[in-house]
């Protein structure tokens, strides 16, 4: 028994210096180059700090910042990236049970009987305590428990770079999950932005269709003063049926609004409402952009593609394993006797140690195949990874160029719907004074209406912006320090 321990650890130190001589086959990963700008064409500030986690508090809306809280709790998206995630997690950790040896166990009872060839007789009892006689038989009973361990030596480093793919992969998994978060985030923010634009826009309405039941009044008095035809008072109904119209427009667009934030919040839309606002002076926040090389450390969609990229690079080195042979340590021990006090002694101890080797010999080219196709994916994996950070720049710079036009047309649409607000009252004096007819009242009017209708709009549309630029520079997120992380 000595000489048995003595040659199990033997082979132990020569097992350890196997796996650590031996080198993990496949190229060791090196992020390749990928298209990035020194400076954005808009001038921007480079050295303002990111948005903060919580972004959308840039806005300082107290309902928005409630409805974003729920997001993270109670989104399905979110729950099933995270669910992935874990999944993912998982498979790194039955991956590292791979390069550590597996102990099993295994015991039983085995009872067996027979004729005896000398002839004799042996009792058994039967139910109720009744012998039996059964004349030329024999049984025994044999108790056998087995230790076994068996270890892969991973001197080609299959086990090594499956590892690193899981790894890979279970980071890819997490920069998912925090994309999906971001996204459901961000399109939160927009509806609820629309939302509280429809609001207005509502508000808008609601006010000219009083200006225009003023105007209806008019027209009906002078009608029947004899002053003005009929045509007149049919144009000012038409107005006002238009702007009750578009208030109804508005409504229907609000309660698509309030369904989808219901929906991203994990409610269903039935029971949930968002109680309009009277007044919403909500203005829009400066979102700092930052150099252009950290966009790739703030984007999690490009760490997705990054690290995506890392996990096919390690499959390369797992399909060049298998040209070279498996090897296996194997041992046992095996405990057996008849006697189960007996069990334990050294006289029912047997057992066994070696090594075992396998290796294909021929497979018409099957290995090489599967090389090529991991060499192949790790060049797919190389090209979506670029594309996604050209894509990523595209979209910053789209962002930053709206945000630049987006403020000028505001200010235009903003002198405009001025001019245009007086214009209205002076034609609409002078339709009162008999000195204009009542079609010059409608184009003033209407061309009034469609101005503040546009302001309000772009309004809009210059706050929506700053969440997707927001969301394109990877809201508060930045990619994690991958040398420490799971």
């Given at each position: 028994m000595l000489s048995i321990r003595r040659a199990a650890r033997s082979l132990v130190p020569v097992a350890v210096a196997a796996v650590l001589a031996g080198c993990a086959l496949g190229p060791n990963y090196k992020r390749p180059d990928a298209a990035v700008t020194e400076h954005y064409k808009n001038p921007v500030d480079t050295t303002a700090p990111a948005p903060p986690d919580q972004w959308w508090t840039l806005f300082g809306d107290s309902v928005l910042n409630d409805l974003e809280q729920q997001v993270e709790v109670s989104n399905q998206n979110i729950a099933q990236a995270a669910a992935a995630y874990m999944q993912a997690r998982a498979v790194v950790r039955q991956d590292r049970s791979g390069l550590l040896p597996s102990v099993s166990l295994s015991g039983g009872v085995t009872r067996s009987g027979g004729a005896s060839e000398f002839g004799g007789s042996s009792i058994v009892t039967g139910t109720g305590g009744t012998g039996i006689i059964v004349p030329g038989s024999t049984t025994s009973t044999s108790y056998q428990l087995s230790p076994s361990a068996s270890w892969e030596l991973d001197v080609w480093g299959r086990l090594r770079r499956t590892l690193e793919n899981g790894r890979a992969s279970a980071q890819a998994s997490a920069a998912d999950l925090a994309n999906a978060k971001l996204s459901a985030q961000s399109q939160l923010a927009?509806?609820?932005?629309?939302?509280?634009?429809?609001?207005?826009?509502?508000?808008?309405?609601?006010?000219?269709?009083?200006?225009?039941?003023?105007t209806l009044t008019i027209t009906q008095n002078k009608y029947k003063a004899g002053v003005s035809a009929r045509t007149d008072v049919l144009?000012?109904?038409?107005?006002?049926?238009?702007?009750?119209?578009?208030?109804?427009?508005?409504?229907?667009q609000r309660n698509q609004y309030e369904n989808a934030i219901a929906a991203l919040v994990g409610k269903s839309a039935s029971g949930f409402t968002i109680a309009p606002l009277d007044t919403w002076d909500i203005g829009t926040p400066q979102i700092p952009a930052g150099a252009p090389s950290e966009l790739l450390q703030r984007r999690p969609d490009v760490a997705v593609a990054e690290r995506q990229m890392a996990a096919a690079n390690a499959t390369i080195g797992v399909q060049e394993a298998a040209y070279f042979p498996a090897i296996d340590l194997t041992g046992s021990y095996s405990l057996v006797s008849t006697a189960a006090n007996m069990l334990f002694k050294s006289t029912s101890l047997s057992h066994s140690i070696g090594a075992s080797l396998s290796q294909t010999l021929l497979d018409f080219g099957a290995r090489r195949a599967q090389v090529d196709e991991a060499r192949d994916s790790y060049a797919q994996a190389v090209a979506s990874y670029r594309q996604t950070v050209l894509t990523a720049f595209q979209d910053v710079e789209n962002d930053l160029t709206g945000a630049d036009i987006y403020q000028k047309e505001y200010e235009l649409l903003r002198l405009n719907s001025e001019a245009l607000d007086l214009s209205e009252t002076l034609t609409l004096n002078e339709y009162k004074a008999g000195t204009v007819d009542f079609t010059t009242v409608v184009v003033a009017q209407t061309s009034a209406l469609n101005a503040r209708l546009s302001l309000a709009q772009m309004r809009v549309t210059r706050q929506t912006n700053a969440v997707t630029l927001i969301t394109d520079l990877g809201g508060g997120w930045k990619m994690p320090d991958y040398s420490h992380y799971e």
């Open positions: 927009i509806a609820y932005l629309e939302l509280r634009g429809a609001d207005a826009q509502r508000k808008l309405l609601a006010g000219t269709e009083t200006a225009y039941s003023r144009q000012a109904q038409s107005q006002l049926y238009s702007a009750q119209e578009q208030e109804q427009s508005e409504l229907l």
